[in-house]
């Protein structure tokens, strides 16, 4: 994997803003901030000290227990009908940028930097229409509904929310009403605040550092098992997991933490929106982690936390 936080050389000279006009949360929206942890102007101000801020968090992460405790098929089942939510709200933070940093307006204008257009489209191309070995093409959270469906988990749920979100229902009403997962609908509501900021830093560094950074590790010891696995029962989920082992690792993470140094430029206001939001995105990815590891160890512990 291309570790973003050991790689100077994925860092720009001299970055220049992006969307620097609306690229900072208003006061409003930094009083409803996913974390209170942090004031204004305070954390990391530069690309190397926000990673090194954010190792502690980051380590508990790829360490998690839950991986090692994926052995069967049921767990496996169990940790998709958790994990799928997060699979769709990866696209919502990816959507969010791309709206927020490119045009997608009628009639058009060039919008922003083209560097960053570039990136963002790019990824939104391999995520919203994958070229899959077999020759089709495929969102990734479509083919991770394949991969539930090989293991035999609830669709139910998933598909529910889905049906709610074309019907135009609120998110977090939709998520509730379809009945996912406790820990699951926390963690899109963690997320769900980081989109609606519509702050460009704060969704920035919640893609990129509490997903593209990250994702690689956490996926390649399941795929490793996987691999052990019966393929008709968990040959959709091992492509997914490797797709993005590879992709996140060798192509996206490094564009993702180019395009945030650019956004954050040297304002030490959306450095620490950054800081921020990729502290609390970590932190729902070990709480939801967690939710799943209790549920596998006591199945009667599935509201527990929540």
């Not at 942090?38 to 502690?56: C, H, N, S, W, Y």
């Not at 769709?88 to 940028?97: A, H, Q, T, V």
């Not at 996206?252 to 956004?263: D, M, W």
């Amino acid at each position: 994997m291309s570790d973003i936080a050991s790689s100077s050389a994925l860092l720009p000279d001299s970055p220049s803003p992006v969307g620097r006009a609306d690229s900072r949360a208003t006061d409003s929206q930094v009083a409803d901030r996913p974390t209170g942890e942090l004031r204004r102007a305070e954390g990391p101000r530069d690309f190397d000290a926000l990673v090194r801020a954010l190792e502690p968090l980051r380590r508990q992460l790829v360490d998690h227990e839950l991986y090692r405790r994926l052995r069967t098929t049921d767990d496996l089942s169990l940790f998709v009908s958790h994990h799928v939510f997060a699979v769709w709200d990866f696209m919502s933070l990816l959507k969010s940028l791309q709206r927020e940093l490119t045009s997608v307006d009628v009639p058009w204008t060039p919008k922003g930097s083209p560097a960053a257009r570039r990136a963002i489209n790019q990824i939104v191309l391999a995520e919203e229409s994958d070229l899959l070995p077999d020759g089709r093409v495929l969102s990734h959270l479509e083919l991770y509904r394949e991969a539930m469906e090989q293991l035999g988990a609830d669709l139910g749920p998933i598909d529910d929310f889905l049906a709610r979100i074309q019907r135009r229902q609120g998110v977090v009403e939709a998520i509730t009403q379809a009945g996912a997962p406790c820990h699951a609908r926390s963690f899109v509501q963690s997320t769900w605040r980081i989109v609606k900021s519509r702050s460009v830093p704060m969704i920035a560094a919640a893609f990129t550092l509490g997903r593209e950074d990250v994702i690689p590790e956490m996926f390649r010891g399941i795929v490793e098992h996987l691999n052990t696995q019966s393929p008709e029962r968990t040959g959709a989920l091992a492509l997914y997991l490797q797709r993005h082992v590879e992709l996140d690792g060798d192509e996206h993470g490094p564009a993702a933490a180019r395009l945030l140094v650019e956004v954050l430029g040297d304002d030490a206001n959306a450095w620490a929106d950054a800081h921020n939001a990729a502290r609390a995105s970590l932190k729902a990815r070990i709480a939801l982690w967690d939710g799943v590891l209790a549920q596998i160890r006591s199945p009667s512990s599935s509201a527990a936390g929540c």
